[in-house]
Nanobody, 115 residues
């Protein structure tokens, strides 16, 4: 069973920065995609950023230029440095890993952007 463990969430002021980390229980290059989703209260879960096995990245328009997804194979970790954070970035952030038709999820980490 694949396990994904997130860390790095917290409370930050608008304009601040945070870096989320997601460590997998196995080689991250086994997955077709790894990515970050978020879900705010009362809203649907949305894709924030993802990276495929070839290193191609995708971002939701609202975070383009502020968030950057990256990975380190040796530590089986995917990172999401986030800068210029806005109150609307407040949500629970979930790491995901997809292989073929199966998607695995982490337990989530809360990011709150507030004065």
């Amino acid at each position: 069973q694949v396990q994904l463990v997130e860390s790095g969430g917290g409370l930050v002021q608008p304009g601040g920065s945070l870096t989320l980390s997601c460590t997998a229980s196995e080689n991250i290059f086994n997955f077709n995609y790894m990515g970050w989703y978020r879900q705010a209260p009362g809203k649907q879960r949305e894709l924030v950023a993802r990276i495929n096995v070839g290193g191609v990245t995708n971002y939701v328009d609202s975070v383009q230029g502020r968030f950057t997804i990256s990975r380190v194979g040796a530590t089986k970790t995917v990172y999401l440095p986030m800068s210029s954070l806005k109150p609307e970035d407040t949500a629970a952030y979930y790491c995901s890993a997809a292989i073929l038709s199966r998607t695995y999820w982490g337990q989530g980490t809360q990011v709150t952007v507030s004065p």
